[in-house]
């Protein structure tokens, strides 16, 4: 099936799916999903990871996951995974090169890139090597 048939199936039913907020007509409903490969957890097409043939994900084991769109029928070999143990700047150099090359999916190179670093520095903070940020309270006010 063609990507875009899958997302008009996918987009308002799926196990991923969380919906929050009410839907009225100040605010609309905020949808987020967890699915693998969804690099902002946002429900849309270009953050798919069901949809889309190519995915790029990022787990919290700073592991590099990509789809193979070759093995879309077999589940269980369709994830590459590549591990980004290194330092951070030879990190971020892989994730520019395996996953975000022009002939990959090049349209989310920042995203991919922004949490690689998100998730390097939550990794620090827990082994103790880096501060974790400071927490802001809102307009001139500390706490």
Known sequence: MSESLVWLCVKNNNAFLVKRGQKNSRCGAVQFSKES?????????????????????????????????????????????????????????????????????????????????????DSQVKKGLVKPARAKFGRNTRA
Do not use: E
């Open 37 to 121: 490969g969804n690099l902002l957890n946002v429900n849309s097409f270009k953050y798919s990871g069901l949809a889309n043939k190519k995915t790029i994900d990022i787990d919290h084991s700073l592991n590099l996951n990509l789809k193979a769109p070759k093995k879309s029928n077999a589940p269980a070999k369709n994830v590459v995974t590549i591990p980004l143990k290194k330092c951070a700047k030879t990190s971020t150099k892989v994730v520019k090169s395996q996953g975000c090359n022009k002939f990959y999916r090049a349209d989310l190179t920042a995203a991919a890139t922004g949490r690689y670093a998100k998730l390097y520095r």
